[in-house]
């Protein structure tokens, strides 16, 4: 049974900064891609970051520049450094993972990753 479980949000003036953390039990695999999406009530879930069992890294232009993805493998532990950050990035924001490698092309689409967090809250005031 893979687990994964978000932690780390909270609420943030403008211009701060937050790490948000997930623990997943699919780091044995070596296949594996994982992602940050986040929803705002009414809205569709929205891809924010993503990277792959090598390392290799993307972002949504929205956040580029502004919040970076890394893992640590001993740790089993994806983890997602937000600055800088706006009002508009107030949402829920959930991990994703998948065990197979996917297509960078297809990192952003939701449908494609198989096990997802409870997810975590952050808001931004202005």
């Known amino acids: 049974q893979v687990q994964v479980v978000e932690s780390g949000g909270g609420s943030v003036q403008a211009g701060g900064s937050l790490r948000l953390s997930c623990a997943a039990s699919?780091?044995?695999?070596?296949?594996?891609?994982m992602g940050w999406f986040r929803q705002v009530p009414g809205k569709e879930r929205e891809w924010v970051a993503g990277i792959d069992s090598f390392g290799h890294t993307n972002y949504a232009d929205s956040v580029k520049g502004r919040f970076t993805i890394s893992k640590d493998n001993a740790k089993s532990t994806l983890y997602l450094q937000m600055s800088s950050l706006k009002p508009e990035d107030t949402a829920m924001y959930y991990c994703a993972a998948e065990v197979r490698r996917l297509s960078p092309s297809t990192w952003s689409n939701s449908a494609e990753y198989k096990h997802w967090g409870q997810g975590t809250q952050v808001t931004v005031s202005s």
């Open positions: 699919v780091y044995s695999y070596t296949r594996l891609s």
